[in-house]
């Protein structure tokens, strides 16, 4: 077995869990949950507000944890939810406590990003992996062929 994506796989089950322990010790301190942090990040970056169905592309969340995180933003008043045809073509907004939050929010990931020199070179390298297991998942039957039992 190749040790490097053992190696690999660990590392990224451990920093997923790190990443989790920290938003949920740090979205507690502004009365959020880790879930939201994502969904406030990319809501902040589109001054226009975002779609449903954009936000659950740009996150990388099912439809299932966005509308959640979404219903439990604008019950909150961080978000508004501007009405659209369609099940799927609400446009959320942050309102102006939304946006103070989500500022202390990007404080705090900007501070842990200044930290590491080399993060633009691990995001390269996290991306080109990404796209390579993606591949594979796309087409598994290929991937796995060497495995089957003649």
Same mark, same amino acid.
């Given at each position: 077995?190749?040790? @490097?994506?053992?190696?690999?796989?660990?590392?990224?089950?451990?920093?997923?869990?790190?990443?989790?322990?920290?938003?949920?010790?740090?979205?507690?301190?502004?009365?959020?949950?880790? %879930?939201?942090? $994502?969904?406030?990040?990319?809501?902040?970056?589109?001054?226009? %507000? $975002?779609?449903?169905?954009?936000? #659950?592309?740009?996150?990388?969340?099912?439809?299932?944890?966005?509308?959640?995180?979404?219903?439990?933003?604008? @019950?909150?008043?961080?978000?508004?939810?501007?009405?659209?045809?369609?099940? *799927?073509?609400?446009? *959320?907004?942050? #309102?102006?406590? %939304?946006? =103070?939050?989500?500022?202390?929010?990007?404080?705090?990931?900007? =501070?842990?990003? @200044?930290?590491? =020199? =080399?993060?633009? #070179?691990? *995001?390269?390298?996290?991306?080109?992996? #990404? @796209?390579?297991?993606?591949?594979?998942?796309?087409?598994?039957?290929?991937?796995?062929?060497?495995?089957?039992?003649?």
């Amino acid at each position: 077995m190749n040790d @490097r994506f053992i190696r690999l796989s660990i590392s990224l089950a451990r920093l997923q869990k790190v990443i989790q322990r920290i938003k949920a010790s740090g979205m507690s301190r502004i009365e959020l949950k880790a %879930g939201h942090t $994502l969904v406030l990040c990319r809501l902040a970056a589109a001054s226009e %507000g $975002l779609h449903f169905s954009e936000l #659950t592309e740009r996150c990388g969340l099912d439809q299932a944890m966005i509308s959640r995180v979404l219903a439990e933003l604008v @019950r909150s008043g961080l978000v508004e939810k501007r009405a659209e045809s369609g099940k *799927y073509n609400a446009l *959320y907004l942050l #309102t102006n406590a %939304g946006h =103070d939050r989500a500022a202390r929010v990007g404080a705090v990931v900007a =501070d842990v990003e @200044r930290r590491a =020199d =080399d993060l633009a #070179t691990f *995001y390269k390298v996290l991306d080109q992996l #990404t @796209r390579n297991l993606e591949a594979v998942d796309a087409d598994p039957a290929e991937a796995f062929e060497p495995l089957e039992i003649q």
